[in-house]
């Protein structure tokens, strides 16, 4: 089938481990003020406008055999270093079926699949993705229901319910927080955060930089339908 992403980003050395190869996929449900990737936001193609007037296209659709061919031309450098594929966006979750598609093609070639999700996903949509990963990066962006649902739009309990299942499931993950000031960085947020995560759980408290703010400029300030 064929899916939507933005960017494909190769050499890549935060997503997880080794040398990656990271793939962005379009569409979020949410829309985290602090989001460093707007241009992943809408499903839509959209155009972004440079400060000079040049404009590029944002958005590609892939039929996932030939993103999966175009991923695997560094499988060799990846392999070498432990590395792999990450994916992520946007909620690449927000594209499941094309997801596990691709992750199937790649693992059969014997490459690492990671994926950073916001858990913001139906349940067997989730649980199909994820257990085709060998790493997940899990964000658990707050930890009272009432001030997600305000400042990102979404339903802490879907994301909840769906750690819930990964937390039993064996597949090896770590949580990711970024940390929001005024949001989520209190240290009664950070320790009602870690209350609601549980033990034994490697957490990762990611540090704030306004990283999307010229790209959000470069689409005209919208950040598109969701
Ligand atoms: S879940 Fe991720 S991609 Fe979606 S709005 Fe929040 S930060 Fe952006």
């Known amino acids: 089938m064929t899916g939507r992403i933005f960017e494909i980003r190769e050499f890549t050395l935060h997503d997880g481990p080794g040398i990656r190869t990271t793939v962005f996929l379009k569409g979020c449900p949410l829309r985290c003020p602090w989001c460093h990737n707007p241009e992943g936001l809408s499903s839509e193609i959209q155009t972004m406008t440079r400060a000079d007037g040049s404009t590029a296209v ?30 992520s966006g946007g909620e690449p979750l ?6 596990c598609e691709v992750a199937d093609i790649l693992r059969a070639a014997g490459v690492s699949c990671a994926i950073e999700t916001s858990g913001h996903a139906d349940a067997p949509d989730y649980r199909a993705a994820i257990s085709r990963m060998d790493f997940v990066y899990q964000d658990i962006k707050h930890h009272d229901p009432g001030e997600f649902r305000r400042i990102c739009g979404g339903d802490l309990a879907l994301v909840l319910d769906n750690y819930a299942w990964l937390r ?23 320790a009602a ?23 959000r400029r470069m689409l005209g300030g919208r950040q598109g339908p969701m």
Request: with cysteine; charged share 20%.
């Open 58 to 87: 944002c958005g590609e659709d892939w039929e996932s055999g030939a993103l999966a061919d175009e991923l695997l031309r560094n499988a060799d450098i990846m392999a070498q270093s432990g590395g792999g594929v990450t994916f």
């Open 94 to 99: 927000a594209q499941a079926t094309f997801l």
């Open 168 to 190: 039993s499931s064996g597949v090896p993950f770590a949580v990711r927080v970024p940390c929001i000031p005024g949001v989520n960085d209190s240290p009664a947020d950070r």
């Open 193 to 215: 955060l870690l209350r609601l995560v549980g033990p034994g759980v490697t957490v990762e408290f990611l540090p704030y930089h306004p990283g999307g703010e010229s790209k």
